[in-house]
C-alpha cells in the first residue's frame, strides 16, 4: 500500500524535528512508525489525530458523555493512528492488530480508575475511526489515480474497520482486566483503611480516603454470608440489590460493598444520624432465602463506626459457629452479650448446666419449657404476653412455669437474669446442651 507513504500533512511536509516538537506519542513509537511509513505519513497522523481530538471532544460534550482532556483524547487518537497506518503497511497478521501498547493500556487504566464506562471509551474508539476514515479517504481522492479511487478507498475502508473492530475488542478486554485489578486493589485499600480506624487510627484524610464516607456522619455495619454451598447464580448481583434497597429504607448516601473471607461486609453510612430503628429495618429488610446476616448496633462518628464493625463481627462469629441456631439474621443488640458468653464454649456449657439444671434436659416438653420460660422472664414476668406471642392461654404459661420452678428447684424469678442469660445462650446456640462441657461441675481453670 504504496499510497500510505506519500500521506503529507496539510501545511506541507514536517521535518523529523518538527514531528517529534509536535507529536504525544512515545518516542519508541515514533521511532517505529517512521521506519515503517516514513517521517511524512506520520506527520500527516499526528496532525489528523489533532484535528480529530477537538471533534471527539466536542462530540462528547454536546452528546452529554462524560469528557476527557483533549490532550488525552488526542494522545489516544494519534497512537491509534499511527498503529492503524503501520498495520494497514504491515498487514493485517502484524502486532498491531492484537496488542495495545503502554499509551493506549494507560489510558484504559485512567479511565477505569476515574470511573469512566466502558461504552464511553468504545465509544472514542468509533469516533476516532470515524473521523479519521472521512480524512483519510478525502485525502486519498488527491494521492491515487482518478482509476484506482474506488479501490484504493475499499481497500482502506476494509482496512481501517478491520483494525477498529480489533482495536475495540482489545480496549474492552483491557477495561475488563483492569477493573478487576482496580476492584481489588481498591477493595483492599478500604479494608486496611476500616481495619486501620476500627483498630484505633484516625479517619483518612479527605484528599487520601479510599472510602469517600461521612465518618462524622451515622454508621450501621452488617456482615453477609451464604447458607449454600452450591454455587448461586448473580449473587453479588443480589447481594448488591439488597444493600442498596436497605440505604433507600434508612436514607443512607454511600454503600461500601466489601468481600472478605468468605463472608460480604455491608456499610451504610449517612452525613447525619441513623434512624435509632436503624438494626431493626437492616434486620426486617427483604433478602435472598439464601442470605444471612449478622447486624452491628448503629452508631455516630468515629467511635460509632468501630462500634458497628465490632458488633457486626463479634455477632458474625457466634452466629457461624457448628451448632448455633439457624436464623437468618442475627442482631447484636439482641445476642451480643450471648458472643462474649460463647468465646469460651466449655464455660458457657458448664454456665448453662449449673443454672438450669434439669430444665436443661432433653425432649420437646423441656424445650417448650424453656422457650415459655425466656420468654416470660424477657418480658417482665408477663403471662399474658409470652400467651399472645406462643397463641397459649395464660394458665398455659403459668403451668410451664410452675413446672420450671420444681425443675430448678427454686423458683426462676429468684436468679432471674442468671436463668435468662442461660436460657438465652442454649436458644442462641443449642449445642450447648449436648456439649460434653455440660457433664463437668466447673469449667477448665
Same mark, same amino acid.
Given at each position: 500500500?504504496?499510497?500510505?507513504?506519500?500521506?503529507?500533512?496539510?501545511?506541507?511536509?514536517?521535518?523529523?524535528?518538527?514531528?517529534?516538537? $509536535?507529536?504525544?506519542?512515545?518516542?519508541?513509537?515514533?521511532?517505529?512508525?517512521?521506519?515503517?511509513?516514513?517521517?511524512?505519513?506520520?506527520?500527516?497522523?499526528?496532525?489528523?489525530? +489533532?484535528?480529530?481530538?477537538?471533534?471527539?471532544?466536542?462530540?462528547?460534550?454536546?452528546?452529554?458523555?462524560?469528557?476527557?482532556?483533549?490532550?488525552?483524547?488526542?494522545? +489516544?487518537?494519534?497512537?491509534?493512528?499511527?498503529?492503524?497506518?503501520?498495520?494497514?503497511?504491515a498487514g493485517s497478521g502484524h502486532e498491531e492488530y492484537s496488542t495495545l501498547t503502554e499509551d493506549l493500556l494507560g489510558i484504559v487504566r485512567l479511565g477505569v480508575r476515574r470511573g469512566l464506562p466502558l461504552?464511553?471509551?468504545?465509544?472514542?474508539?468509533?469516533?476516532?475511526?470515524?473521523?479519521?476514515?472521512?480524512?483519510?479517504?478525502?485525502?486519498?481522492?488527491?494521492?491515487?489515480?482518478?482509476?484506482?479511487?474506488?479501490?484504493?478507498? @475499499?481497500?482502506?475502508?476494509?482496512?481501517?474497520?478491520?483494525?477498529?473492530?480489533?482495536?475495540?475488542? $482489545?480496549?474492552?478486554?483491557?477495561?475488563?482486566?483492569?477493573?478487576?485489578?482496580? @476492584?481489588?486493589? $481498591?477493595?483492599?485499600?478500604? @479494608?486496611?483503611?476500616?481495619?486501620?480506624?476500627?483498630?484505633?487510627?484516625?479517619?483518612?484524610?479527605?484528599?487520601?480516603?479510599p472510602l469517600d464516607v461521612h465518618w462524622s456522619g451515622g454508621h450501621a455495619y452488617a456482615v453477609a454470608w451464604f447458607t449454600e454451598k452450591s454455587w448461586i447464580p448473580d449473587a453479588?448481583?443480589?447481594?448488591?440489590?439488597?444493600?442498596?434497597?436497605?440505604?433507600?429504607?434508612?436514607?443512607?448516601?454511600?454503600?461500601?460493598?466489601?468481600?472478605h473471607e468468605r463472608a460480604t461486609q455491608l456499610w451504610w453510612n449517612s452525613p447525619?444520624?441513623?434512624?435509632?430503628?436503624?438494626?431493626? $429495618?437492616? +434486620?426486617?429488610?427483604?433478602?435472598p432465602e439464601w442470605l444471612r446476616l449478622a447486624v452491628g448496633p448503629h452508631g455516630d462518628g468515629v467511635e460509632g463506626f468501630r462500634d458497628s464493625v465490632r458488633g457486626a463481627l463479634l455477632t458474625e462469629r457466634m452466629a457461624r459457629l457448628p451448632d448455633a441456631a439457624d436464623w437468618p439474621?442475627?442482631?447484636?443488640?439482641?445476642?451480643?452479650?450471648?458472643?462474649?458468653?460463647?468465646?469460651?464454649?466449655?464455660?458457657?456449657?458448664?454456665?448453662?448446666?449449673?443454672?438450669?439444671?434439669?430444665?436443661?434436659?432433653?425432649?420437646?416438653?423441656?424445650a417448650e419449657m424453656r422457650d415459655t420460660v425466656r420468654r416470660y422472664l424477657a418480658s417482665g414476668n408477663s403471662r399474658v404476653l409470652v400467651a399472645k406471642e406462643l397463641h397459649l392461654a395464660p394458665n398455659t404459661v403459668a403451668y410451664r412455669v410452675g413446672k420450671a420452678n420444681e425443675l430448678l428447684g427454686r423458683p426462676v424469678a429468684d436468679r432471674a437474669h442468671q436463668v435468662l442469660l442461660a436460657l438465652q445462650a442454649a436458644h442462641a446456640l443449642p449445642g450447648l446442651l449436648q456439649s460434653a462441657a455440660i457433664g463437668r461441675d466447673a469449667p477448665r481453670g
Open positions: 500500500m504504496d499510497w500510505v507513504r506519500q500521506l503529507t500533512p496539510a501545511g506541507g511536509v514536517w521535518s523529523e524535528t518538527e514531528l517529534r516538537e $509536535r507529536a504525544l506519542s512515545a518516542p519508541e513509537l515514533l521511532d517505529r512508525a517512521i521506519d515503517l511509513i516514513g517521517v511524512s505519513a506520520t506527520a500527516w497522523a499526528v496532525e489528523v489525530a +489533532a484535528r480529530a481530538a477537538e471533534q471527539i471532544t466536542e462530540m462528547e460534550r454536546a452528546g452529554g458523555f462524560p469528557t476527557a482532556s483533549s490532550g488525552q483524547v488526542r494522545q +489516544a487518537s494519534e497512537v491509534a493512528f499511527l498503529r492503524l497506518l503501520m498495520a494497514i503497511v461504552d464511553v471509551l468504545l465509544n472514542r474508539v468509533w469516533a476516532i475511526h470515524s473521523v479519521t476514515r472521512d480524512q483519510l479517504i478525502a485525502d486519498l481522492q488527491h494521492i491515487v489515480p482518478e482509476q484506482q479511487h474506488a479501490a484504493v478507498t @475499499r481497500q482502506a475502508s476494509t482496512a481501517m474497520l478491520d483494525y477498529a473492530k480489533s482495536h475495540a475488542y $482489545r480496549v474492552a478486554i483491557a477495561y475488563e482486566e483492569e477493573q478487576r485489578a482496580w @476492584r481489588g486493589w $481498591r477493595t483492599e485499600n478500604q @479494608r486496611r483503611a476500616i481495619n486501620a480506624v476500627v483498630e484505633g487510627a484516625d479517619a483518612p484524610d479527605p484528599d487520601t480516603d453479588e448481583v443480589a447481594i448488591a440489590d439488597f444493600a442498596h434497597s436497605v440505604a433507600d429504607e434508612l436514607g443512607a448516601e454511600r454503600v461500601i460493598i466489601l468481600e447525619v444520624s441513623l434512624s435509632e430503628e436503624a438494626a431493626a $429495618r437492616i +434486620a426486617g429488610a427483604r433478602r439474621v442475627w442482631r447484636f443488640d439482641e445476642t451480643g452479650h450471648l458472643a462474649l458468653l460463647a468465646a469460651d464454649r466449655d464455660t458457657a456449657a458448664w454456665f448453662v448446666r449449673h443454672e438450669l439444671g434439669a430444665l436443661g434436659g432433653p425432649g420437646v416438653r423441656l
